[in-house]
């Protein structure tokens, strides 16, 4: 396990979208914006995850506690796990309320994602 601690593809307090890097379409990335991208697809590129990622996503009011997020097959403690791997490559926040986590995607980590994956346009 690595403790590498690797830059989030936006920056989380950030309320304007500053994606780590250009356009998957307009130039090949740097080694650094592969490091920096790298987290994200990695953490995407498991099911449970990417599960989870899309029930926080796609929940009434933009977050979701993780009681109503954690039937996707596995172990609570493993979706704990998985939760803290999303975390980790930035593309969730969580907050404690009494017993229970919430969690959010943050409209900016969407704004990203969505720069990062835009094609050019036609001329």
């Not at 929940?59 to 403690?77: F, K, L, N, R, T």
Request: with cysteine.
């Amino acid at each position: 396990m690595s403790n590498t601690k690797v830059s989030p593809l936006v920056e989380p307090a950030s309320q304007n979208v500053a994606p780590c890097c250009p356009p998957l379409s307009e130039r090949p990335f740097t080694a650094q914006e592969a490091e920096i991208a790298a987290p994200m697809f990695k953490a995407l590129g498991d099911p449970v995850r990417l599960r989870l990622f899309s029930a926080v996503a796609s929940h009434e009011g933009g977050e979701a506690c993780v009681c109503d997020i954690a039937d996707v097959g596995v172990s609570q403690p493993t979706v704990s796990h998985h939760l803290k791997k999303l975390k980790e490559a930035g593309l969730l926040t969580s907050e404690r309320r009494g017993t229970w986590v919430y969690y959010r995607v943050e409209p900016s980590v969407f704004a990203a994602m969505g720069q990062l994956l835009t094609t050019p346009r036609a001329a």
